[in-house]
């Protein structure tokens, strides 16, 4: 049996992955009629199937001539396409901040008010690395140069490890006509300069992959800047874990959590296996069974929380402690 082509496989793989992490019954697609958030909405809605309502919000910024058009042509597009709810919305874009910046505190704006769940926008890979190269231009911190997160509530990005070339790709396969804005392309706007002369220019002068360094140094930087947040929750936690509380963190944190807490109970480094099994009982819970850890020991969800049964002394997991 023959497969999608590549580039759909890529951004239906990264819509999976992002909805099985971030359970909920509805999210809102923004949807400005780019190939980047035509392809998340198509595969999001490939992936939701029926097991999540999907709805879809494009933004007019009135901007360039024929934007309301565009809108309503978008707004077509999601209704067409499956979301059950399609809007397009208009936005007056004040002058604070620059073009760039009153454009995009319009739109969140919008978003927020309208959204049904969480928001999920089309940022890429490139936009990862343009957003920490113009961090590192600015000398913006450490902060700044932990770019985008997958998953700041109530913000997702599920193709922040997909490239822009293959969610055209994605487009192209599935007969989806995407729309260039111009402005995408004006070198008035310091991204455009970013993305078509300074990367393209790293890019020659370092054979290549900086892109791919770049969203790698954010996520590296997001995942160090965690530890702390981790060995602080833990210290809160105490011996047993709150799977509801810790539920609400994103991936990263909740996983950064899980880590620490395993450690400590089995006085070394926990394999990432282990580490994603245990955040399965906490995110991803569907009444499995303990999680067996090496030594004997096991974690087990009961009663609401998550507990570690330390290994007896002929090395089996042991006893559940008896329930009252």
């Keep these: 049996m023959v497969g999608p082509p590549p580039a759909v496989a890529a951004v239906r793989r990264a819509a999976r992955h992002w909805l099985a992490g971030h359970p909920q019954p509805e999210v809102t697609v923004a949807v400005s009629g780019g190939a980047d958030s035509l392809a998340l909405c198509s595969a999001v809605l490939f992936e939701a199937r029926d097991d999540v309502v999907v709805h879809g919000v494009t933004i007019d910024h009135g901007l360039q001539d024929g934007s309301a058009q565009r809108a309503a042509d978008v707004r077509d597009w999601m209704a067409a396409a499956g979301c059950v709810t399609a809007r397009a919305i208009g936005v007056d874009v004040g002058i604070a901040g620059g073009p760039e910046g009153a454009a995009r505190a319009a739109r969140y704006g919008a978003l927020s008010v309208a959204r049904h769940g969480d928001v999920l926008l089309g940022h890429t890979l490139d936009d990862q690395a343009e957003t920490v190269l113009l961090g590192l231009g600015r000398g913006s911190g450490p902060r700044s140069l932990r770019g985008m997160a997958a998953y700041d509530p109530p913000w997702g990005r599920p193709l922040l490890g997909v490239r822009r070339a293959q969610t055209r790709d994605y487009c192209a396969a599935l007969g989806i006509a995407a729309w260039d804005d111009p402005h995408n392309a004006d070198p008035r706007f310091t991204r455009v300069r ?125 006893p559940r402690a008896p329930q009252r």
């Design 194 to 318: 970013l993305r078509t002369e300074a990367l393209p220019l790293l890019e020659d002068i370092l054979g290549g992959g900086v892109a791919g360094a770049l969203a790698r140094t954010a996520e590296q930087l997001r995942e160090t800047d965690l530890e702390a947040d981790a060995d602080a929750i833990c210290a809160l936690l105490g011996a047993e874990l709150d799977p509801r509380q810790l539920a609400r963190f994103s991936d990263p944190t909740r996983r950064a959590v899980v880590k620490r807490w395993l450690d400590a109970r089995l006085g070394g480094f926990t394999a990432a296996a282990h580490v994603e099994a245990v955040d399965a009982l906490i995110a991803r819970y569907h009444g499995q069974g303990p999680v067996y850890l090496p030594g004997g020991s096991r974690v087990v969800r009961e009663r609401g929380r998550i507990r570690h049964a330390p290994a007896d002394s002929a090395g089996r997991a042991a």
